[in-house]
């Protein structure tokens, strides 16, 4: 029986347990590697074109049998080899932490800007991608009884105010699924979303660093959310907070004040 459920719930440790991440070679999803790993995790780098970042980051992380791993999240059949790989490597999977997103500034009153295809790619990689990512691990992350998925979701899913109109929605998707793979795949695996506002990152292609500072100065915190705040939630979301499943924790600086 899982610590979960025999009444065990102190904090979740994370020795010999395996961590994967999407979208782990950089911005959210390397600063969560780092973190994890540093409590004793051993990390799986997912990635789709930063081979080279991610091979970096795994051989320098804390600890030992890290790993980096092609894991496209707009490709099903490569996610599959992917967790079939993880677990051929690792024999397990523990943790699994959805970093991997897209978007593109779209100014949301131009209907015409957001074209088809754009808006499309948003959808797929980060609402799609989340989901299929988790179908393909859920069988190895059942196995141990007590495992936790993080999605990296965004206050854009609140407000309705980021940077485009599909992201808004594709946010929001992943904290609506959020809520029903909690309840299907309790109690064996947890669902936890953590929204952060504004990062620190070149995630947003188009966002000048003017404007983001000014969201920043509006927010009744006044404090730039870097990668590694939002790396912090997640190590509580999976190590502490034992009892939350199907929940979007804000990381926001109150900006949704």
Not at 170 to 181: I, Y
Request: aromatic fraction near 4%; include cysteine; glycine fraction near 10%.
């Amino acid at each position: 029986m899982s610590d979960l459920r025999s009444g065990n719930l102190g904090p979740y440790s994370l020795k010999d347990r395996v961590a994967v991440i999407t979208g782990g070679s950089s911005g959210i999803g390397a600063a969560s590697a780092q973190r994890l790993a540093e409590l004793g995790a051993r990390i799986v780098i997912g990635y789709n074109t930063g081979r080279d970042r991610a091979e970096a980051l795994a051989a320098r992380l804390p600890g030992s049998g890290h790993v980096s791993l092609h894991l496209p999240v707009t490709d099903s059949a490569a996610i599959r080899a992917a967790a079939a790989e993880v677990e051929s490597r690792c024999g397990r999977a523990d943790v699994l932490v959805n970093s991997a997103g897209t978007t593109r500034a779209v100014p949301h009153g131009d209907l015409d800007a957001m074209d088809d295809e754009t808006f499309d790619r948003i959808l797929v990689t980060n609402v799609r991608g989340p989901f299929a990512v988790i179908r393909a691990f859920a069988p190895l992350l059942r196995r141990g009884g007590d495992a936790v998925v993080v999605n990296i979701s965004s206050l854009a899913a609140v407000r309705g105010n980021g940077s485009s109109v599909a992201y808004c929605a594709s946010k929001a998707g992943l904290d609506t699924m959020a809520v029903s793979l909690a309840r299907v795949l309790a109690p064996e695996i947890r669902i936890i979303n953590i929204s952060p506002a504004g990062v620190d990152t070149d995630f947003v292609p188009g966002r000048s660093r003017e404007g983001f500072l000014r969201h920043v100065a509006q927010s009744p915190l006044k404090t730039v959310c870097q990668p590694d705040d939002v790396a912090m939630a997640v190590v509580a979301a999976v190590t502490h907070l034992r009892l939350v499943t199907g929940t979007t924790l804000l990381v926001d600086g109150g900006a949704h004040l």
